[in-house]
């Protein structure tokens, strides 16, 4: 059941300034959605859209800091000082050959229209809102470089949406990382001197065999799944090296540990029975799992449902991929609904990227602005909310 908003008089007041502060500004949200969308930028690489971004924030009085966390493509932009504090994370990264097939246009316009409309109608004393410009979602992981780098610090909660195929209150999303393991032999002409050589991809290949039996038996959310990257250079040749790329999910990060330790174990015992030696790398930044922030998803839902769009807990053992918001989500209390901008299929294609410029998609941004707009609110001036979701997010850490 959705949390119904903070009800004393100057709540229900801000809520409705905020209203129409994000209304007055649709056209301006809508706009800065479709350029994004007609100029799609991938991981590392979204100048243009920081440039956007950080330039609207900066006319509207914000204290714009770029580069956040040693990233030219990420940034922070201030208003108000001291605590409380919210963030409010914009992602902006595009998928390669498919554009804004997540829906990161909206993502980027919501938190920016939310965070204009925050200081057009908050006073600075109220507290801090923190509009954080978080790239590389799609695989380079920037909101993990920000957590380490301190960004969410002093931040009592962190809020975003996700456009998506459903209208769910909490995003079910795992955690996942990859490793590279590389197989180290000794090359031989396979007809020549076969027995002096020591055959690096059969031991590559005995990896993967293992891997598929211990596939049949992992929980739910849990998998690995390999690629050969180098599998030696020529036939004649017994290869001397060969590598592969594994990608590991896991429903929580304590389950990714243990398929990490049976992923290690299972390379290091095929090195010891084919005479090879093997390393097991990490490739990527880990991406931890989502722990959502049930106070302030149901105060979100709360405010959308005002807007017309009721959200519903996800359908049990469903899950939507992994997202850096995990890592936000475990140093602070964290959002992140899914609200439908379709009703079929699934993002990452080319009908989810037309979508994110359809007119169902404008009238979810509106939506969505204003409840993330509200929720932010309700976090700087409600403290017993606030206490709320930090108590919860220490005691469980969801």
């Not at 037309?354 to 998609?361: E, H, I, N, V, Y």
Request: charged residues 20%.
């Amino acid at each position: 059941m959705a949390r119904t908003p903070s009800g004393d008089d100057v709540n229900a007041d801000v809520h409705d300034r905020l209203r129409v502060e994000v209304a007055k500004r649709a056209d301006l949200l809508w706009e800065a959605a479709l350029e994004l969308h007609a100029h799609p930028e991938h991981a590392f690489s979204e100048h243009r859209a920081a440039a956007l971004l950080t330039g609207a924030l900066e006319s509207a009085g914000f204290e714009v800091e770029r580069g956040a966390a040693g990233m030219p493509t990420a940034f922070t932009a201030r208003s108000g000082h001291g605590r409380p504090a919210v963030a409010l994370l914009l992602e902006y990264d595009a998928l390669p050959g498919l554009g804004h097939a997540c829906g990161h246009n909206l993502i980027a316009a919501a938190g920016l229209g939310a965070a204009l409309a925050l200081n057009a109608v908050l006073d600075a004393s109220t507290g801090r809102v923190l509009a954080v410009g978080t790239p590389a979602e799609e695989g380079g992981g920037g909101k993990v470089l920000e957590v380490e780098a301190g960004v969410f610090d002093d931040v009592d909660a962190a809020l975003m949406f996700h456009p998506g195929v459903y209208d769910w209150t909490r995003a079910p999303l795992t955690a996942q990382v990859q490793y590279r393991v590389a197989f180290h032999g000794r090359a031989a002409h396979p007809t020549g001197n076969p027995t002096e050589g020591v055959d690096a991809l059969l031991a590559l290949v005995e990896l993967f065999n293992v891997l598929t039996a211990l596939g049949r038996r992992l929980p739910a959310a849990s998998h690995i799944q390999g690629i050969v990257t180098d599998g030696g250079k020529a036939t004649n040749i017994v290869p001397e090296y060969a590598e592969g790329l594994f990608g590991l999910r896991a429903a929580t990060t304590e389950a990714l540990e243990d398929l990490t330790g049976q992923l290690r174990a299972g390379a290091e015992g095929v090195a010891h029975a084919t005479g090879t030696r093997v390393e097991v790398e990490r490739a990527t930044l880990r991406y931890e799992h989502f722990r959502d922030s049930g106070p302030l998803s149901e105060t979100f839902a709360g405010h959308l449902s005002g807007a017309g769009i009721e959200l519903t807990p996800p359908a049990p053992g469903v899950y939507l991929g992994s997202s850096d918001i995990g890592n936000v989500s475990t140093r602070v209390p964290a959002i992140h609904p899914f609200v439908a901008i379709m009703d079929e299929g699934s993002d990452h294609t080319p009908e989810f990227a037309a979508a994110a410029a359809s007119p169902r998609a404008r009238d979810v941004l509106v939506a969505v602005t204003g409840a993330l707009a509200c929720t932010a609110a309700d976090l700087l001036l409600d403290a017993d909310l606030r206490e709320e979701a930090w108590r919860l997010h220490r005691e469980t850490g969801r």
